[in-house]
């Protein structure tokens, strides 16, 4: 039986598409955790830094059929997109927010005549190629269970993996769908063997200090999240996939697979509002233009 990588790429970036209803997607809107509201600790503040890492890419034939439905978001035809991860310090610990493509693509593209991904190196390679020891990473932030979010995952075992509750719910499900059994085995580890896990239900101050906060954000799928940093140089905001790409956001497209279109726009509404009231500088996950906006690990913006 041949699978496409068309079929396992647009329910990776897509599985919401493909299975998840929207029954469960009145998920609790909790306010933002404002950051210029939260307790501080005494003492020198933790130092906090904020790497980018490579975790694939996809080239996409028809950009805007394939993630606004043809609405016009896009120009007409290909576009390529990345697949960022990323490397966050605070003091002595350190968290990998999202976990890009799974690593059988290191030097196997996947092509179908609408899309191509690929994945020059592990994630573990390219952290110990810089001196981080995959084993000491303390957490693993996932912004939705997606398998271009989830797909290296296991190399972190010893890490917490915080991700939202209702998109857990989802993972635990029984599902008969390949998909996401696919992303069910990313997360075995969190899953079903005991390793240490978090159900995120609205916001997370991750460190308590204010520094690093998991935003609730719906609409891509039921339990979503973006990221904020806040570093000494300014704050930074990690859409995780609220956007796919500058135009989406300009335009407020919204993907047709999509678990709920109105929690997205809403999601939108809440996160540029926030973008307004700290300044934060936006960083789109999965546009290529924004490659340069954060240093490249193993150098890190502070």
Known sequence: MRRTWLQISACVLALAACQVSSSGNESQNAATADPNNVAQPSGAAVPVSLSRLDCGALHVNEMDKDFAGGAGVYPPGP????????????????????????????????????????????????????????????????????????????????????????????????????????????????????????????????????????????????????????????????????????????????PPFNTDKAQTLKSMDKFEALARQTGAKVVIQHERADIPLLPAFPKAAE
């Open 79 to 254: 576009h390529d997109l990345t697949d960022s991860c990323y490397l966050i310090r605070h003091g002595d610990q350190m968290m990998i927010w999202d976990a890009g493509f799974p690593e059988f693509l290191v030097g196997h593209p996947m092509r179908d005549p609408d899309q191509t991904a690929t994945l020059d190196r592990s994630l573990a390679d390219e952290l110990k190629a810089g001196g981080v020891d995959p084993a000491k990473v303390s957490f693993v932030g996932i912004s939705h269970y997606h398998g271009d979010h989830t797909g290296q995952a296991h190399f972190f075992p010893n890490a917490t993996l915080l991700i939202g509750a209702q998109d857990l719910a989802a993972l635990k499900a029984k599902s008969d769908n390949q998909f996401m059994q696919m992303s069910q085995k990313q997360l075995a580890h969190w899953l079903t063997d005991g390793g240490k896990i978090e159900a995120v239900t609205g916001d997370k101050d991750v460190f308590g200090d204010g520094s690093l906060i998991m935003l609730d954000l719906p609409g891509h799928t039921p339990g979503h999240h973006s990221l904020l940093v806040k570093l000494k140089s300014g704050d930074v905001l990690l859409t995780g996939d609220l956007y796919h790409g500058t135009e989406a956001r300009q335009k407020r497209g919204v």
